[in-house]
């Protein structure tokens, strides 16, 4: 079953799947490759831009490209209209390529209508949040003031909901599901270390196991008030997905429950998946490459209009990272290439790139375009046959110290360095 699966993925791309003793599931090799040649490309299963990044980069909701032309995407940082921000000079306009922009009616953006159409066809027409009083607003609300990650296992619930009323076949609706491990929420983030004096695991878990419940019963609230609006509302706020309106979605919603897709146990375990499967997205936001092309400009117009901006984005930034030092609203800071401009920072799923097992060495980057896709990078040569690894973790660091943020992923990691460096 895994085979055939990923070999429908795959395609043509120059890798396969493999099994590799004591890690499980792998990527392999099927070509030589060059340090900085590009593997293989794909696009998340699901996605999301981090709810605190987008206080500051607006970018579409379903490639996650930065939408709207250079002065909206400053206008957008610096919270002005756009008509307040230093008008970018002439010369500038041939390395820009604008974005277009266009929104669903509960306010989500995409870059083109075909993404707003992908997004509604491949979930959004059950997660939609047209009217500010409906359940699925409440959702929104909670998952942002508790744990993001519940809007992507919410994403996964309505793309398993919407395969399954296009095809009936359940198996295939959650195979890109079940090829990930999936623990239970609660058993992946809690360890002994974190109890409190006198709790026990069994209380500390309940504590997890509670606010789950209370997601999933609002979740639920939310999908079927938008499957009624779904099923009596019409026209469909898209034209192009008129099938959705033609389903039963009343029944899709019991057929899917009874092969156990909407359950408690089922959501736990998606949001478990994600805690030790998903990969950080961080897309570069345009103005840097426009930065980094004029960086040595003799230009005088261009040099001061670069300079202002940046001086204005930088303050703006500032402000956003003292007011919430507890969250990552820009991962600036750590990006060397990075020349003032905040990046488009979220979290993804990818069905192959996610596949692929750590290394402490690894031989693969994941980079990606500013069109938002993700591409898998030889960072080293790699030959036929070779397992395809990536990082989990940040490398820089000594061998206990990286044993101890594997742990999370429930592996102890044998790479030839880890081996070495315990001798
Ligand atoms: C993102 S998944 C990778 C695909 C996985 N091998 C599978 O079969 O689904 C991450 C999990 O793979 C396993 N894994 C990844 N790298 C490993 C390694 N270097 N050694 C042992 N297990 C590893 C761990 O179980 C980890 O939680």
Redesign the pocket.
Known sequence: MAEEYFAKLIGSKPIRYG??D?????LISCKTFGPGEPIFSEKPYVAMQHIANQALIQSCENCHVTVGSIEEQLAHILHVEPAAVPKMPEALQKDVHNEGKCACACGAVYCSPVCRSDAWERYHCLLCTAHPDTPMHDFFQHATDTNEIFILAAQVIARVLVQYAKTSNVELARQPVD???KLPWWEVVTSTADLEEGQTMEEYCDIFRHLLEQTFAILMDGLQFNIAHLEIHEPHPDEDSDFMTTLSWTNVIADCTRHGIINVDFFARIVGMFE??NISMEVRHPLSHLAELHEDTDNAVIAKWLSDVQTQVHAQVKIYQDDDDEEEVTNEDEDENSIGFPDMDGTALFSLI??????CEPNVAVCYESSGLATAVALTPIKVGDEL?IA?IETEQDVEARAHD?SE???????PRCIAERE
């Open positions: 099994l590799v004591g890690k499980g599931k792998a090829m990930f491990c030790m499967n996610c596949t692929m097992n750590h290394s690894n989990y594997l992923y429930k592996f102890e990691c044998h790479c």
